[in-house]
């Protein structure tokens, strides 16, 4: 049966039949009516009201001017990759030049089926299976321009054409379910590995930003704890100068080196007091039982380190009569007295 309609001629386009030439005609809308006289092309009647001699005029042919539609049959094509395939399609003509399409060719409409097909079957064997799929509106743009070339002399003009049904066999369909089941799981496994990459990279980076951030947070404390500890420091410095600038401004006071001789020697003896009380092992001097000489070391001490200040002290400013006693002999009798 296929074989058959193959090999059948494509079907005609429909017309309103030969007229009989009567004198008077009414041509219908869209139909040229070819008229020949004594056998010999005279002219084409127009739609409307047209007349024609009895017996001397012959309406030879009548073209429809209509868009016409041919179903192009079941044909078998061999692609570029040796693939042969079972493809149709359907066929939009027009008929542009009525006397071409009478006197050029037989039969237009079989003629340019004719021409789909073998354009088809050479289109196809550029392309290979894949492209075919792809490339179909490519492929019936090139077979629209080879049946225009070809039929430009026959009166008819190819408006498209359109490829229906391709068939494809049986093994290399299921060829093609495997290879795009294969292509899926690829495709697949690319997402889930791009993923797993992705989120890789967002937890590195997050570990970097958190590290940065720890640095930072680091940083800072260690700056506002090092300037914490430097303003400390300055307080501290500022609060000693202005203690020992108290403490030198009472010592240039009357009688301020006896009161510091008697702090010295206050804080001596309970210094040596404290000695026992941190360690087990004990240095005492010789003389431990010698109280008196004991705080009299301590004043010699403090007079060895007061003296070049006392010394400037009376360069400047010249102490009378009453204040030549040492305030530190003074302190040492009144201690003696106090301890015998």
């Not at 697949?188 to 970097?208: D, F, M, P, Y």
């Not at 002999?329 to 106090?338: C, D, F, M, R, W």
Request: proline share 4%; with cysteine.
């Amino acid at each position: 049966l296929k074989r058959a309609a193959r090999l059948a001629p494509a079907p005609c386009r429909w017309n309103s039949g030969l007229p009989v030439n009567i004198g008077v005609l009414f041509v219908p809308q869209q139909e040229a009516w070819v008229v020949e006289r004594m056998g010999k092309f005279h002219r084409i009647l127009e739609p409307g009201l047209n007349f024609l001699i009895p017996l001397l005029d012959r309406i030879r042919y009548v073209q429809s001017l209509k868009e016409i539609v041919i179903n192009v049959p079941e044909q078998s094509a061999v692609t570029l990759d040796n693939v042969t395939l079972q493809i149709d399609g359907v066929l939009y003509l027009r008929v542009m030049d009525p006397y071409k399409a009478s006197y050029g060719v037989e039969d237009p409409e079989y003629a340019v089926t004719q021409l789909a097909q073998t354009t088809m079957r050479s289109e196809l064997g550029k392309l290979s299976l894949d492209r075919v799929f792809r490339e179909r509106e490519s492929l019936n743009a090139s077979i629209v321009d080879a049946i225009n070339q070809a039929s430009d002399c026959w009166g008819i003009r190819c408006l498209r054409y359109e490829i229906k049904d391709i068939h494809v066999p049986p093994r290399v369909k299921e060829s093609m379910q495997m290879q795009v089941e294969a292509e899926r799981r690829k495709r697949a496994t690319v997402l889930e590995s791009e993923g797993t990459r992705e989120s890789a990279i967002n937890v590195a980076e997050g570990q970097k930003q958190a590290q940065i951030l720890a640095s930072e947070a680091e940083k800072a404390e260690q700056i506002n704890k090092a300037a914490g500890e430097a303003n400390a420091m300055l307080v501290k410095a500022r609060a000693k100068a202005e203690a020992i600038q108290l403490l030198a401004a009472a010592l240039a006071q009357q009688h301020g080196n006896a009161a510091a001789s008697l702090s010295v020697a206050e804080q001596y003896v309970n210094a040596f007091s404290k000695i026992a009380k941190d360690s087990n092992t004990v240095l005492l001097p010789a003389n431990t039982g010698d109280v008196t000489n004991m705080v009299a070391q301590a004043l010699g001490i403090y007079t060895t380190l007061t003296k070049p200040q006392a010394v400037k002290t009376q360069d400047e400013m010249p102490q009378t009569h009453e204040d030549s006693q040492s305030p530190s002999t003074e302190v040492l009798k009144a201690e003696q007295g106090s301890s015998s």
